[in-house]
């Protein structure tokens, strides 16, 4: 059974993300274990890509000042590596299809498989075209996550009922980045997915608020927040993780408010 099932299993989950590299490989595995400490529940962690097109100004900015100080895929899987020796939390990588192909699938994924890697986020890849990376995730044990966007309607309930790990709900229109208000009717495409999936869905894109985070939390089964993070660390740089760690606690508490 997929280990991302854990992450759900006591309440309400909270995903915190971070971009690998920035500032360092050293930092941000001190930025994890901070995060494990103040509470997070599963991780999403960002592959470094050069024209990352589903994120905002800040984590764009993030992938480049990533890049420049050297990351590649090959330095994170010794970071996570490490970062093994030290937790067992749920781990995700969110990138794009370019690092993965030119990786090469079936080594990158069981690089994965090796080091604990339990899920593959990649919003540029089309539903229609999951096929051949699908079937070598299967067989190495690691989930492919399925985004599910506003904007996906009537494919909502079959992406939902052939999703594995957890369900990415993107909460609003257009790229991360932080957002004062969410309008999109989340209750509504949750009921769509709960009605053809019995995996946990969590929603993202945007929220940066304990009160954000309380208020869906209400209704989706985890809370993703990215960008508020990594402002956090472009702001603070090596002297961040008090400051990541406090953030962390403070959203996961508000998540169990009730």
Avoid at 101 to 107: A, L, M, P, S
Avoid at 116 to 127: A, C
């Amino acid at each position: 059974m997929s280990k991302i099932a854990n992450a759900f299993q006591n309440g309400k989950a909270f995903i915190p993300f971070l971009t690998a590299g920035d500032p360092s490989l050293e930092w941000t595995e001190t930025f994890l274990l901070e995060m494990v400490r103040a509470g997070a529940d599963l991780i999403e962690i960002g592959i470094p890509f050069s024209d990352p097109i589903a994120e905002g100004v800040v984590i764009q900015e993030a992938n480049l000042r990533a890049l420049s100080a050297g990351t590649t895929p090959e330095k994170i899987f010794q970071m996570v590596a490490s970062v093994r020796q030290k937790t067992d939390i749920p781990l995700v990588f969110l990138t794009y299809i370019n690092p993965v192909f030119n990786y090469g699938y079936e080594k990158f994924l069981a690089r994965c498989a090796e080091l604990g890697v339990d899920g593959l986020i990649l919003p540029d890849l089309p539903y229609e075209e999951k096929g051949e990376i699908v079937y070598a995730a299967k067989r190495h044990g690691v989930d492919i996550i399925s985004l599910i966007a506003p904007t996906s309607e009537q494919r909502i309930g079959k992406i939902a009922s052939e999703a594995t790990g957890y369900l990415y709900i993107v909460s609003s229109m257009g790229v991360t980045g932080v957002r004062s208000e969410i309008r999109t009717d989340l209750p509504a495409i949750l009921k769509v997915v709960r009605e053809n999936s019995t995996i946990p869905a969590a929603v993202g894109f945007g929220i940066n608020t304990p009160q954000q985070a309380y208020e869906i939390s209400r209704y989706a089964d985890g809370v993703i927040v990215g960008s508020a993070i990594v402002r956090i660390i472009e702001k603070y740089g090596s002297e961040a993780a008090p400051h990541v760690y406090e953030y962390v606690k403070t959203m996961k508490e508000a998540m169990r408010r009730d």
